[in-house]
């Protein structure tokens, strides 16, 4: 093999695999797994010193598919079809594979791309079809000494591009308004715009707006690429070829209604039908008796979206969003009934991200949101609990339901918190008493561990408290008050 690669530019030198069918190719990348690239470098290969993400997936071409590096838009194995993909793993403290960052697919001209339908885009000629390279990313690692895990021919499922189509839609409408410089990867639901460049890079021109606006790439988000990772797992094989994917999460929409809806309506539809009825009502709407759950109003819900779902934040489509169903009660006076709780810190993962952008919080405030509202009405009603005892609880109307993604002004406010954090944990000052020492209206940080042995890993050594993000009562009301508006 290795005098095979030192002849490869011999004009006689023939391919390894058939470079117009995506199955010869995949069978080919299957000799990655559980190697490295340096494993097939022939001794006059001399690589350039490469800085940028991309560089590792240039050097595949280059070094085990025997492609040269062009600056063609069309996809790597243009005559299969075929576009490849290197996507970082990192591991958990349990030594699980995890999913380090979105799959960036391809930048966006701004200029350009309001030219483009979506059948004749960049991205849908190149990315339909997939060979998906994950590999063990190591810091301070010469790329040629990563392990190439799991080799995917990835077709991206037909219910899947439609509502990637409606993304790609969404997008484009807010560059054609003039947009640019607010798009926002909570805007979509799998496809986004994601942030591309370094830190104080130049934005550049838009078409329809003076504004410059910063440079974005067309990608496939994290949450969407956390499922690709969980089937292939589910598959028990190294190396996986999708083309008839499915999953045994439950679907809230199917293909035919979003021929014709968006997702987000077809949701919407399904819940806003319910506005008014209070809490005794909607127990008859979806069959259940009175609860004495915490969370019996998203219960209730995820119930008036699919009667057989507890909790949507687990079904197919929400998990591949990364979306977010939350409720939110309001009192009579107005005022909000509590703060808003999110996921605890991961505190080894804040010390080991360097950049805001592909941090779990930015993530998670950058994501897509659906609120439903329920406000006091008034009345009260009953229930034994579970000690047999007569209890009265205020009942709640369900008000309205709407989607949501946090404005950029925020997330500018979000980054400063979360870098305060940061430089808090990595002083190894892990309490709220820190993470709150700066003003901020809308976020801030408490308990929610179960009692005070529910412990975390404190990089620093030994363990630490367990802590949360948490939306302040004001912010939460300045939602709500800003979508009546």
Known sequence: ???????????????????????????????????????????????????????????????????????????????????????????????????????????????EVVKEDF???????????????????QSNIDKLDLKFIYSVLWRLPEKDLLIIRNDYKTIIDKITRGEAHLLSEGDTEYLGACRKGQKGDAPVAQPFSDIPAPKRAFSLKPAYMRTVLAYVENCKKRAVANFTY?????????????KERSFEDIILNKLLKHRGKDYKQLCEVIGQSYDTDKGKYAHIASRLINKDVNNVNLTEEFKKAGLQLKTIRIEENGNIREAMSFENIDYQ?????????DSRLYEIFSGRFLFAIFKADGSTFTYVNGKGELKEEKSYTFEDAFFWTMPISDLEQAEAYWMHIKKTIEENHIDPSYFNSIHNERFHVRPKGRNANDLAINPNGGFAKKYCYWFNNNYIKEITSNHVK
Not at 122 to 137: R, W
Not at 246 to 258: A, C, G, H
């Open 1 to 111: 093999m290795l005098d095979e690669r030192q002849n490869h530019m011999n004009k006689d030198f023939v391919l390894p695999y058939d470079k117009t069918s995506a199955a010869s190719i995949f069978e080919y990348s299957k000799g990655l797994i559980d190697k490295t690239l340096r494993e097939f470098v022939w001794d006059d290969y001399l690589p350039k010193k490469e800085t940028g993400k991309g560089s590792l997936g240039q050097m595949v071409e280059n070094i085990y598919f025997f492609l040269e590096t062009n600056s063609n838009p069309a996809s790597d194995f243009s005559e299969a079809g075929l576009e490849l993909k290197c996507t970082p793993l990192k591991k958990d403290k349990k030594d699980n594979y995890l999913i380090k960052e979105r799959l960036v697919c391809n930048m966006i001209s701004y200029c």
């Open 119 to 137: 059948e004749h885009s960049h991205f849908y000629l190149k990315c339909q079809l997939m060979l998906l390279l994950f590999y063990l990313h």
């Open 246 to 258: 499915d999953t045994s999460d439950i679907q809230l929409v199917n293909i035919e209604e979003l």
């Open 349 to 357: 993962e804040v010390c080991d991200t360097e950049n805001w952008f």
